[in-house]
């Protein structure tokens, strides 16, 4: 039975912008993201992307200096899917469009448009086109268009071919992709039903294919007649990056639908979450999951897209938004991708050892701030580069993934080398001064999460990380001594990683009670709030990034998501702390809301983590940062979910158990998640006045449940 959380239509959006709705609207499957473009307009904004398939282009720096990145990464757009032809029996084009109904069921993965068309004699069919993408074999979209007559009647011709995309135009906003004018296309008609388009990359010297295949013919003629509906079905296949696509086994529609269905129906089994009491906020939820699962590169080679596969925003780039936003919900409702998240910063890990030495550090790994192959491509350093804690937040996912499966084999193999080579880059990247009467390690001139505060010395979030790295390198020094010899760790080196870690400077100001920013951070003035008009936000579009840094002003949470992190912070602390930095917080990054909601739900400030919860939980329902039409926010997507469970349900695992504290907010009547946990199936339900758990699959387990530790019995 259809359930309403699970369908998203226009109706329950505030904006009818195509750009942004094409965005909303959009598909995906890890491997290829199809925007809902308008199928007879196609706009600049359309095409697919497929995760991982970028162009290279050279940075021009005005002026260089040694080891800036060099090549920027930019993924490419690829023709639309979803582009079609429809002409009466003179060759008169449909070619107006009106949008009449869009929605997607997420029960299924089925996204259905319906449109009026309209030719220049002014005669019109309506257009209905359901797509849906194969998730096991996700090489496969399946298309079906249905033609009905409004009042034209008569033939119909549907001409059906993969065609190049306009690249749309440069811009000044970051946040945006570069246009990319190197492509080669190459067709090949494989017969009147199928073609091949062999698309390359110049630079980079990728290739791809794409296909198109219909049980009847590309180019085909219908009668059209009162009552009748035509149905035209389309198979399309994109390959893996540099791998030809192969015609066997074609799906038929239902087939593509079928497949789609199960996976979705066996991932929702895994990961529900319904929240009792508000339907748009149990709506909006599910939306979040289901967009952030579809983003999600599964296969170890690829990762997940700032802008998840729905955009080129970002350039398609990787960035810490995986490990410290997104891969938390999949650690706990399908570990298996959380697992392959995490394989892919293992492919990548020689090329972070080569830029630890271009950036002058002997021993270790740093892995690029925002990347595809694993070279850097950030070309504005001071919020690239110097964001070493990415380094940390990989190593901490790691933590995570273990702590939530107890996959030694996988530590072993994998996670161990990765933790110990970002722990040796901290071992050699900071070093030891004098703080306060005491040998301190320090980190100098480094970036925290907060983008508007750059190349400071000890930022607290970086320096707790870094601390946190280093300690988890020696537990695993320790748990896997034989692997450790592997890697060449020596007890020398293992005594001074544990020593440096139990040394780590983390700022703290006595007198406002706090932990600091950074070393500098309260001798700045505070931002001129008070006299910025509204419309300068976000600020990194109106001012100068020297103007921002010279005060205190945040784009988004940087200490405090270390107190959401480690969570050691007594009640008091934490309010001065969430009083403090809330006041010089923009909010401009999408990074930041889910974090303060989480935090004051942990705290009791109950109508500050609703108000905020709203605005995470919805920011591309709503538009809330006015640039979804570029794709959606997808690490905000992943926070929305953090919100919800490790704030409002305060899920943590603590001294290896695993804790659940109750932070509903009044406004619910119940909370229902579902989790997996050491190989158990969990389902926790929280109302106002209980906390229940129940163990689905697997065995009994100790729980501590609102601070008691209780045995659940399977
Ligand atoms: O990684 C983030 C960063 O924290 C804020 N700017 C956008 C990046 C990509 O989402």
Known sequence: MTNNAKIISINDLKSNDPSYLETIFSIANGHLGVRASNPVNISDTAGTIVNGFFEISEIVYGEKAFGYAKNNQTIVKLPDLRQIKICDGQQNVFHRSELKAESLDMNNGVLVSTYKLTNDLGKSVELTVKSALQQANNQVIGLRYEIKPIDYTGRIKIVKHLKAISDGEETDDPRKSRTVHTLTYEKHDVNSKSEIVKITTQISKMYLEMAIYTPAALEQKFELTDGKTINFDVIGLVGEINEPVEFTDMPTFEEVIKGSSEFWEEFWKNSEIKITGDDSLNQAIHYNLFQLTSSTGRDGKTNIPAKGLSGTGYEGHYFWDTEMYMSPFFAYTNPQIAQKLIKYRYSILEASKKRARELGVA??????WRTINGQEASAYYPAGTAQYHIDADIAYAIDRYYKVTDDKQFLENYGFEIVLETARFWKNFGSFSEIHGKRK??????????????????????????????????????????????????????????????????????IKGINQQDDSAFEKPIWPFDTTPKDNYPLLLHYHPLMIYRYQVNKQADTLLADFLFDDLSKEQYLREYDYYEKITTHDSSLSRSIFSAIAARIDLKTKAYDYFMD?????????????????????LGGSWLTVVNGFGGLQVKDGLLTIDNHLPDEWKKLTLRLQYLGRLLQITYTNKTTQIEVLTGASIKIRVDGTVKMIQA
């Open 616 to 636: 995470t939980v919805k920011t591309d329902l709503v538009d809330l940062q006015k640039n979804t039409a570029d794709g959606l926010h997808v690490a905000n």
């Open 363 to 368: 021993k270790g790994a740093l892995f690029a």
């Open 441 to 510: 390690f320090c980190f100098f001139d480094v970036t925290g999460p907060d983008e508007y505060t750059a190349i400071v010395n000890n930022n607290y979030y970086t320096n707790r990380m870094a601390k946190f790295n280093m300690g988890f390198a020696v537990d695993l020094i320790d748990e896997f001594p034989e692997k450790a010899r592997e890697l060449g760790v020596t007890d020398q080196e293992r005594n001074e990683l544990a020593n440096i870690s139990e040394s780590v400077y983390l700022p703290y100001d006595q």
